[in-house]
Every structure is written in structure tokens, then in C-alpha cells.
């Protein structure tokens, strides 16, 4: 039985475009014929409204999953896009960011949830954390093989880089050795001297574990979010499409390679 490539996506700052990468490289991948599962862990269910669901009436989150409560296949959602589900965000998810870390265990609660049988189906599963180091981030990379890092080439983003790789060398030192991590440049501007600047510094530390796909500013991406359709469909031929497909490719190209390396 061949199990799903689980990947988080976790910057501690917001605003780096980890909910726009999971979206678009989940549409990207689905249009390679790769069913993805998507978990919205953010309270403020950002990734819940792109694809044009509601939070406050989703009946089951991802906080039934980190408390043990449930099961994938009982809490699922199917979204009008084939191969692409979802289990959206709801006010639980609040509670959960809250009380977490007092029940005892908590930590690989998730990546059992995502063990089972029931997730088989899926080749990849996106887990989109919220901006805040805190239990939920800890139960997803727990969960996750590999952690991507979006980061913008800022000085802010760059300096919250090292605390956000921090908590992956924690993770790592406790309860899943086998985290690896990948950082990826998003909302890039080619004509600014300061970007290109930062990337170098970046590219200077980070060189190997670094996505070579560089994402853009593209307005297109976040029309997306706002009318709830994925970019595959609702700019086909944008560039932010073909960045995010680009990424697919080289994510796939990624995990198949035959020993995966902690970077
Ligand atoms: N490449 C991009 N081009 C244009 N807008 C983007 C891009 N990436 C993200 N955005 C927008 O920037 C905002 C923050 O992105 P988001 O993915 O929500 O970040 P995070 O999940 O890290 O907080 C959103 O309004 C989103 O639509
Ligand atoms: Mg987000």
C-alpha cells in the first residue's frame, strides 16, 4: 500500500505565501493526475475560503484529527475539482491552537490520523500551518516528511527564517529525525535591486536545500483565492500557473529520488 508524501508548509512570519503554495502547487498536482489531500491547520482559515468554503459551517477541521477524535475518510471534503479534497478550517481549530499543548502525547497524534488505510488514496497531503510556533505546528511536522519554508527576500522574512528552521531542528531532535526541510523564494520582484540582493545572501546559506523555482508577484494568484477556484483553472496560462507547475515538477522530481537526504 503505498502511503501519501505528507508536506508541511510553515514560515512563523504571515504573509510568505505558504496558504498560496499550498493551493497552487495542490491544483498543479492534481493536474498531473496526483490526488491531494489539503488540511487548512490556520485558525483564520485562510486556505478554507481560496477554495470557496466557509469556515464557520464546516462541520468537521483538522482539530478532530489532532485531538484523536476522528478519522481522514470520516472528515473529509470533496471539492467540485476531481482528485482534490480538503478538510477545511473551523472555529474549533481556535480552541485547539489554545489547549493543545496541555493534553500529554499530542505531538504525533496527526501523523498517526495520517497513517491509516484511509489516506492510501492520496499521493500527496499539503498541511498548511498557521503563523505561530505552537502545538499545531509541532503535531504537522511531526506529521510531515518535508517541511516547505516560503520566504520572501525581505530582511523581516529572512530574519524570521532562522527561528521558523529552529523549530524544524527541534522537531527533528524529538519526534520525527527524518524531517526534511526545502526553502522557497515566493513573491519575488525581478526588477528590485534589494530582492536580488537578499536572494543572493540566501542562495550564499541555504544553496542545496533551496526549490531553484522562484515564485513571482502575480496578481492572478490572489483573484484565485477571492473567487475560490484554483490557479489551474482560473489562470491557466498566468505565470504564476506555470511558476507553481514548474515547482510540481521539481517537487516531484524530489521525492522521487531513491534516498532522500535531511538537508
Ligand atoms: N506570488 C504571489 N503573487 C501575488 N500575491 C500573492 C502571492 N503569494 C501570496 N500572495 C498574496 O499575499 C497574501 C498573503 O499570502 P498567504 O498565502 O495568505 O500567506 P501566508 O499563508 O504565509 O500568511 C494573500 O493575499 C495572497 O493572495
Ligand atoms: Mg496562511
Same mark, same amino acid.
Given at each position: 500500500?503505498?502511503? $501519501? ?5 510553515? %514560515? =512563523? ?7 498560496? #503554495?499550498?493551493?497552487a ?9 496526483h490526488? #491531494? ?5 490556520d ?6 475560503t481560496?477554495?470557496?468554503l ?5 462541520? %468537521? ?17 470533496a ?11 473551523n $472555529? ?24 491509516? $488505510? ?12 498557521p ?19 516560503p ?8 530574519? &524570521? !527564517? ?12 524529538? &519526534? ?9 523564494? &515566493?513573491?519575488?520582484?525581478l ?17 542545496p ?6 515564485i513571482?508577484?502575480?496578481?492572478? !494568484?490572489?483573484?484565485?483565492q477571492?473567487?475560490? &477556484?484554483?490557479?489551474? !483553472? %482560473?489562470?491557466p %496560462?498566468?505565470?504564476?500557473t =506555470?511558476?507553481?507547475? =514548474? ?10 529520488r $531513491? ?5
Open positions: 500500500m503505498a502511503m $501519501p508524501y505528507v508536506i508541511a508548509l510553515w %514560515h =512563523q512570519k504571515g504573509g510568505v505565501s505558504k496558504t498560496t #503554495t499550498a493551493l502547487l495542490a491544483a498543479c498536482l492534481v493536474e498531473k493526475a490526488p #491531494t489531500l489539503l488540511l487548512d491547520l485558525p483564520q482559515g485562510n486556505l478554507t481560496g477554495l470557496g466557509n469556515p464557520a459551517e464546516a462541520r %468537521h477541521s483538522p482539530a478532530d484529527l489532532l485531538l484523536g477524535n476522528d478519522t481522514v475518510s470520516r472528515v473529509v471534503c471539492t467540485p475539482w476531481p482528485g482534490l479534497d480538503i478538510i477545511p478550517s $472555529p474549533d481549530m481556535v480552541t485547539v491552537s489554545r489547549w493543545l499543548h496541555v493534553r500529554e502525547g499530542y505531538e504525533p497524534v496527526l501523523r498517526h490520523a495520517l497513517s491509516r $488505510p484511509d489516506v492510501a488514496g492520496y499521493d500527496f497531503v499539503f498541511l498548511d500551518c503563523p505561530m510556533l505552537g502545538p499545531i505546528t509541532i503535531a504537522a511536522l511531526t506529521a510531515a516528511q518535508l517541511v516547505i519554508v520566504t520572501q527576500c525581505e530582511y523581516f522574512s529572512v530574519q &524570521t !527564517l532562522g527561528s521558523s528552521l529552529k523549530l524544524v531542528q527541534l522537531v527533528r531532535g524529538r &519526534t520525527n529525525p527524518g524531517l526534511a526541510y526545502r526553502v522557497l523564494v &515566493t513573491l519575488f520582484d526588477r528590485g535591486a534589494l530582492h536580488s540582493r537578499v536572494l543572493a545572501q540566501l542562495q550564499q546559506h541555504f544553496a536545500a533551496m526549490f531553484q523555482t522562484i513571482g508577484v502575480d496578481s492572478k !494568484l490572489r483573484e484565485s477571492l473567487v475560490g &477556484t484554483p490557479i489551474t !483553472l %482560473h489562470a %496560462h498566468s505565470r504564476g =506555470q511558476q507553481y507547475r =514548474q515547482l510540481a515538477e521539481e517537487l516531484c522530481a524530489y521525492v522521487q $531513491p534516498v532522500l537526504q535531511t538537508a
